[in-house]
């Protein structure tokens, strides 16, 4: 079995992924410091799996970490995850971000170099566009300055790894970036596990549903879309995490320098509301909200043309919304017992 290292593997999408690796026949081996994760995550892998997922303990940043990974082990391939991903937080701490998403990448790069390990997915996102003067977005559209520092370290990021491929590099590289995970393992074993106070909508809303939580902010109302809330293109992690196994096997015969990117979204687009509303139906539960200002970092709308992911990595989304909540709600019911 091909060994492929996830970093930030015991996180959201790096487990769902590890379960996906296993399934196409892949062995992951996962590093994670469990800055925002925890370790019960790798009894729900253990669990689904019928078996343990190698874990190490450790920092992408911390240099001979990554390069005992590589000597213990015959990592034929990289899935990065591990960043620093709270949009409005990186506007408050940017040093932290800028620190931790940049050299973490190069660090792999360097230790993938000196091991010669070929490929890398990795781990961008559609905050890449800012808000853009045209939707959907496609893989050619333009790229703006990003609204936070965090969608800065992923554009950054991006440039990195092009200017690796440009300097004749033995890379093959894949970037996805991709729009709003939401939703956990249909086993309900794994699922988003927010540490503290949640930076993405679906944990508060699931958390509000199960009345962990009073009640949920909507971060403004008078966007200029149908309902005046933010437009996201929401995908169930599932899928996602089968789009990162896609770009591991696209990646096999590629040239030995080599980049592509790709959307990975739904191609639908829902408001806030929208969301809130398909809960209720799912879950039974009326939601508690209430509106609130906008939020430093908001882009008003986005969401994604997946033609080309589509048609090259032959990956299309299994789930919709509401199964993706349903999945996600299920989840919460799990942790509160």
Not at 29 to 48: C, R
Request: hydrophobic share 40%; net charge negative.
């Amino acid at each position: 079995m091909q060994q492929i290292l996830i970093t930030g593997g015991a996180g959201y999408i790096g487990s769902h992924t590890a379960v996906a690796l296993v399934n196409a026949g892949f062995e992951p081996i996962i590093i994670d410091n469990f800055s925002n994760s925890e370790k019960t995550v790798l009894n729900g892998l253990e669990k689904i799996l019928n078996r343990p997922v190698k874990c190490y303990e450790g920092d992408c940043n911390d240099s001979e970490m990554v390069r005992t990974i590589f000597k213990e082990n015959n990592i034929s391939g990289v899935i990065h995850f591990a960043a620093s991903k709270a949009v409005g937080e990186s506007t408050q701490i940017p040093l932290k971000y800028y620190s931790n998403n940049i050299n973490s990448l190069i660090v792999l790069l360097e230790t993938m170099k000196e091991f010669k390990v070929k490929d890398i997915v990795f781990s961008s996102s559609c905050t890449v566009y800012g808000q853009p003067d045209e939707l959907p977005v496609k893989e050619t559209t333009p790229r703006k300055d990003a609204e936070s520092p965090y969608g800065n370290t992923k554009k950054i990021c991006e440039d990195i790894l092009m200017d690796h491929v440009k300097s004749g590099a033995a890379a093959r590289i894949v970037a996805l970036r991709y729009f709003n995970p939401i939703g956990a393992h249909p086993s309900s074993l794994i699922g988003e596990l927010p540490i503290g106070v949640p930076a993405n909508l679906i944990p508060f809303v699931t958390q509000t549903g199960a009345g962990i939580r009073e009640k949920i902010t909507v971060f403004g109302d008078d966007y200029n879309t149908p309902d005046g809330t933010c437009i996201r293109d929401y995908i169930h992690v599932m899928d996602l995490a089968d789009a990162h196994v896609k770009s591991i096997q696209y990646l096999a015969d590629k040239k030995d320098n080599f980049f592509d990117l790709f959307n990975v979204g739904t191609g639908n687009g829902n408001t806030v509301m929208e969301v809130i509303k398909a809960f209720e139906k799912v879950s039974g539960k009326p939601l508690n909200y209430e509106l609130g200002a906008r939020r430093a970092g908001d882009i008003e709308k986005v969401w994604a043309n997946t033609d080309k992911v589509s048609k090259v990595l032959g990956w299309t989304p299994e789930y919709n919304l509401e199964d993706a909540l349903k999945d996600a709600w299920n989840w919460q019911l799990t942790l509160a017992k």
